[in-house]
């Protein structure tokens, strides 16, 4: 396990992630605070009423349960994470109503297809050892009609790209290029994909054709 994904597992980090990690982190990595990338997240995926949606690495829940307050009637969020400290610090700070959690790998989903009608994973494809099969994942869940969102790290433009792909290799933090999330989604017949980028990060989102 690299030290990325160390530090994610680590009981002391599920601890102050939603107070003080996340926050700070994102801000400097995109310039945008937690407060609009949770508004911003409910717009993207056009949530409301009953709607089911999975959170991917949703960590201690800061999203997952912020997600779930947009729902009604039999709507639901659930928040999927591999981490056992982070799962424990969720259920603890973040559980609600129309919330649950559950450990499983976002490799291999354990959801028929086309159970959700909104998929999303902010800030964590990164850390996944093969984040592509993870992305196809959460397309195969995603119901017809329904929205993905995913925000994820971005190269920069030469020269600085090559030292951000070595800086994150020495993290253990994948850096992917502007094209990769745009191509995979459009490969799976994805449509109304936007893409933004903040810095370092890149913002995306598409709809599944009904």
């Not at 709607?51 to 928040?79: E, M, Q, W």
């Not at 649950?100 to 086309?114: I, T, V």
Request: one cysteine or more; glycine letters at 8%; a positive charge.
């Amino acid at each position: 396990m690299n030290l990325a994904r160390r530090t994610m597992n680590a009981p002391a980090l599920a601890a102050i992630y939603e107070k003080a990690w996340r926050p700070a982190l994102f801000y400097l990595a995109s310039g945008r605070t937690t407060a609009a990338d949770r508004r911003d997240a409910v717009s993207t995926l056009r949530l409301h009423g009953s709607k089911k949606v999975l959170d991917i690495a949703c960590g201690p829940g800061n999203f997952t349960r912020y997600l779930s307050n947009a729902l009604s009637g039999d709507g639901y969020a659930i928040g999927l994470d591999y981490s056992e400290p982070m799962l424990a610090r969720a259920v603890t700070d973040n559980a609600g109503p129309r919330v649950g959690y559950l450990r499983g790998d976002a490799r291999m989903l354990p959801f028929a297809d086309g159970t959700f009608d909104a998929v999303c994973c902010f800030g964590a494809l990164y850390l996944i050892p093969d984040p592509i099969t993870a992305t196809r994942e959460m397309i195969r869940v995603l119901a017809p009609g329904g929205r993905i969102a995913i925000t994820t790290s971005h190269r920069w433009e030469p020269p600085l790209g090559r030292a951000s792909q070595i800086v994150g290799s020495w993290a253990g933090l994948r850096v992917f290029d502007t094209d990769t999330f745009p191509n995979l989604f459009a490969e799976y017949g994805l449509t109304d994909i936007n893409q933004q980028v903040h810095r370092s990060l890149q913002y995306l989102s598409a709809t599944r054709p009904a």
